[in-house]
Structure formats: C-alpha cells, structure tokens
C-alpha cells in the first residue's frame, strides 16, 4: 500500500506545483512569496504531523482508523490554512471533520 501511496502523493504535489507557478505567471504575479510560505507551513504542520500518526496506526495494525483519521488532519490542515487563502477552506475543513465523525 505503501508503495503505491507515496508516488501518488509525490506526483500530486508537483502537478499542484506545476499548476501553481504557470497560473501565477500567467496573472503575473509572484509565486513564491511571504504570504504562499505562511500558507504552506500552516497547511504542513497537521498534514505532517497526521501523516506520522496514520504511520504508526499502520504500524500496530489499526487501519480501520486510517480514512477517519486522515480527514480529520486533512481537515484540521485546511482550517489552519485558511487564514491566508480564500475563507472557502474553512468551511470545506469543517465539512471533513463532520465527514469523519460520520465516517466512523
């Protein structure tokens, strides 16, 4: 499973990089700046850290708990994140929590 999952997750965030940096140009403006390092460092901190915490649910054999779980980092991400992008993520990290109170 493992092996499957991270070139998954390796190709989505450089098609969202790459998506990214040619809409950027396109609007001309930057991509790279103060406000985009703040968005990713808000969206990395849970993401990581529920990534290291579904590691060692795989590792004591609990993946029953894997999708609850992973929405709700997914979830906790995109509310931390949404005070620099649109308020939209907000909602939508709200919404996967619900989803993952429903889901298990």
């Given amino acids: 499973m493992l092996s499957f999952a991270m070139p998954v997750m390796v190709l989505s965030?450089?098609?969202a990089g790459v998506m990214t940096y040619v809409k950027s140009q396109r609007i001309k403006q930057q991509f790279w700046d103060a406000s985009s390092?703040?968005?990713?460092?808000?969206?990395?901190?849970?993401?990581v850290t529920g990534g290291v915490f579904l590691l060692s649910l795989?590792?004591?054999g609990l993946v029953n708990m894997i999708a609850p779980?992973?929405?709700?980092?997914?979830?906790?991400?995109?509310i931390n994140a949404?005070?620099?992008s649109i308020a939209d993520l907000?909602?939508?990290?709200?919404?996967?929590i619900v989803l993952r109170l429903v889901s298990s």
């Fill in 13 to 15: 965030l450089l098609a």
């Fill in 37 to 47: 390092r703040r968005l990713l460092i808000n969206l990395m901190i849970p993401m």
């Fill in 58 to 60: 795989v590792g004591h």
């Fill in 69 to 78: 779980v992973s929405l709700v980092f997914y979830g906790m991400a995109l």
């Fill in 82 to 84: 949404s005070k620099y």
């Fill in 90 to 96: 907000r909602y939508l990290g709200f919404l996967e």
